[in-house]
């Protein structure tokens, strides 16, 4: 295995991510949510170990996380595997992770933050491995705050809670609030220049890519020449995808072999039972092609700040793809009781 800053990147990242898939999933019934195993195994193809045994500390974890119950509110369902997997993979507890959110959520509101629910806690997460376990300060929280007003200051409109993970990354980053909102703005328009529609997944977008080095302008460059190449190839890309794009630029490779990469990975994927829709399929794969690509780039100083934000968003399109299940669900069964 090769280490790209904290994160192990495993040197076959595809099969990692397969073999961890059919461990999680052996055994499930037609009525498991696959999605949120599907992610919880792209999450924790970093973790060291036998894919059994790591399947089956992150079941375990689980099971922890959902016995207690209200403790996580919207992790007390199918998504507590994709927050067991990143337990499991920076050897957290579920109980100490629980204190730590009911702790930092006082500050929050101490410093009348809004209420973030899944959001807020994902952020309590990653405020918390920057603090290597410790306590979350009254004055992290307050630079926190500060990123988020800075976000609000460019589009108030458009800023909200789920921004939230996204503040806590970068509130790991040693500029100054004002500093960090002036490149992530920098970093919009240069998006936009390049043909990104405006809108919320374009803020995700320059919030992922404020972690990428280089000048703003060359990293929207990446971009754009992703989003043309994989149009070129006939993946249709579409503004949900901006976060799997932005991922990719990270990546100073040439386009075609970027794109080359995530359609390879792809394949498989799609081959999977019960078979996983294009949106999941894609961003599945795009996951994959990133550590595949960080690994090949060589140590890549913030490519561990990246994963975080790579499994933040898993947990959060595992949760919309959840949510888009169960409306549909909803609406199959009005229609057939009219």
Not at 246 to 266: N, S
Request: hydrophobic share 45%.
């Amino acid at each position: 295995m090769s280490r790209s800053g904290d994160v192990v990147v495993p040197e076959d990242p595809l099969q990692r991510f397969l073999e961890l898939n059919d461990a999680l999933c052996a055994d499930q019934g037609w009525f498991q949510d696959y999605h949120s195993l599907r992610f919880a195994a792209v999450t924790a193809v970093t973790c060291p170990g036998d894919a059994v045994a790591v399947a089956a500390a992150i079941r375990e974890t689980a099971e922890e996380i959902k016995a207690g119950a209200g403790w996580f509110g919207d992790f007390n369902s199918p998504l507590a595997y994709l927050l067991a997997a990143m337990m499991v993979q920076q050897d957290e507890r579920p109980r100490a992770f629980r204190e730590a959110v009911e702790r930092t959520r006082k500050l929050f509101r101490a410093e009348k933050l809004r209420r973030g629910g899944i959001y807020e806690s994902m952020a309590v997460w990653v405020l918390r491995q920057q603090a290597g376990g410790r306590p979350i300060s009254a004055s992290t929280v307050r630079r926190f705050k500060a990123i988020y007003e800075q976000m609000k200051r460019y589009h108030w409109w458009l800023t909200g809670p789920d921004d939230f993970p996204a503040c806590a990354v970068l509130c790991g980053q040693e500029a100054s609030p004002s500093e960090i909102g002036g490149r992530v703005e920098r970093l919009y328009q240069a998006l936009h220049d390049r043909g990104a529609a405006r809108g919320d997944p374009l803020q995700t977008a320059a919030n992922l890519l404020y972690l990428a080095e280089g000048d703003p302008v060359m990293i929207a460059g990446r971009f754009g020449a992703l989003m043309r190449q994989f149009r070129t190839a006939k993946v249709s890309i579409v503004q949900a995808d901006y976060d799997e794009l932005a991922i990719l630029a990270f990546v100073d490779a040439p386009a075609p072999d970027v794109v080359e990469t995530v359609l390879r990975c792809r394949e498989p994927i799609l081959a999977l039972r019960p078979r996983p829709g294009r949106s999941i399929a894609f961003n599945l794969a795009c996951s994959v092609a990133f550590l595949e690509l960080v690994r090949l780039d060589g140590a890549r100083k913030r490519a561990a700040d990246a994963k975080t934000l790579v499994d933040m968003q898993a947990i959060l399109q595992a949760q919309q793809a959840a949510a888009a299940v169960a409306a549909s669900t909803a609406a199959t069964a009005a229609a057939a009781s009219s």
